[in-house]
């Protein structure tokens, strides 16, 4: 598998890194798509193509946060932090 979103020679990373970098991209590329949808939606005179537009961007949300789950379970960087900001109530900066 190639990718041309990285910043290092592929032999010189780590399997973890690769790993972790699939998640990353992936997790990106699914918010990309989230935003993509939503634009078209906004823009679509179609009633019926615009619903159909917001429930493939919806679904691209539920992607988005799986690759997140992912993430928080197979990095203890990403589970510190969404431990301490996600579900809580407050100011976000407080915390
Ligand atoms: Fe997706």
Redesign the pocket.
């Known amino acids: 598998m190639s990718s041309e979103n990285l910043h290092a020679p592929r032999e010189r990373l780590s399997k973890e890194t690769l790993t972790m970098h699939h998640a990353i991209v992936s997790v990106i590329?699914?918010l990309e798509?989230v935003d993509w949808y939503r634009q078209r939606a906004d823009d679509c005179e179609d009633e019926s193509l615009k619903e159909i537009l917001l429930h493939n961007m919806r679904?691209?949300i539920e992607?988005?946060c799986m690759g997140l789950e992912w993430l928080r379970r197979n990095n203890e960087h990403f589970a510190k932090y969404m431990d301490e900001f996600l579900y809580k109530k407050g100011d976000i900066d407080e915390h």
């Open positions: 590329e699914e798509a679904e691209e992607h988005a």
